[in-house]
């Protein structure tokens, strides 16, 4: 089974999550944005073995202790899809843009794409790509526990700006609606920001997807 440790980070309150195999203490975080000390902290808390870092998309509040962390614990950087390789390439022009730390620039170890998976202690994640929100974002799926990791494609009640450069709406749309929707209704979904929520309460209710709003 799966331990999933959600913590905020940031200014921006991201949600850096780090995911524990309970049989093997094996760890993998997703998308420590920040807040070294913090997560550094959390994973002795859970008396946890990370064995990578998984980056969702580039953007700086997902990333910026990317790097770092990578060297603390001598451990890879897998992720995201090449598509965002210029959000990365551009961290300390928006460490200025948003009066953040300094983030080095960094190539991850490995670049993922559709159909790949990633696996730790007992588990085994999904990656499904999902462009809109940046154009290389992708998510993670961890199907025997029916959970999520959604980065900044979905939110409770929301969804993902598009306004930044390499976004666009009907992608990310179409990205919901294919890679997420397409799971079962029960599955947990994990967003970057803000609460938890569920597959099939997003396809109820979320305004951005039904059409009433965007």
Request: proline share 7%.
């Amino acid at each position: 089974m799966l331990d999933v440790f959600t913590i905020p980070v940031t200014p921006f309150a991201q949600n850096a999550n780090l995911l524990v195999c309970q049989t093997t203490k094996q760890a993998v975080l997703v998308d420590p944005g920040g807040d070294i000390e913090t997560l550094v902290t959390a994973v002795n808390a859970a008396n946890a073995e990370v064995k990578a870092i998984l980056l969702t998309h580039g953007h700086l509040d997902h990333v910026g202790a990317a790097k770092q962390l990578s060297e603390t614990f001598n451990i890879d950087i897998v992720g995201p899809h090449l598509g965002d390789k210029f959000w990365l390439d551009a961290l300390p022009r928006q460490s200025e843009m948003f009066n953040f730390p300094m983030a080095e620039v960094f190539t991850p170890t490995k670049w993922l794409d559709a159909g790949d998976s990633f696996s730790f202690g007992d588990m085994t994640l999904e990656v499904r790509f999902t462009p809109g929100h940046t154009p290389g974002h992708v998510i993670f799926v961890e199907h025997t526990t029916k959970r999520v990791f959604v980065g900044d494609v979905l939110f409770k009640g929301s969804v993902g700006r598009t306004d930044f450069p390499g976004g666009n709406a009907a992608q990310l749309k179409n990205s919901i609606e294919s890679e997420i929707y397409s799971l079962p209704e029960d599955y947990t979904v994990f967003p970057g920001h803000g609460p938890c929520t569920t597959v099939g309460y997003e396809k109820q209710t979320n305004p951005f997807t039904s059409g009433r709003f965007g």
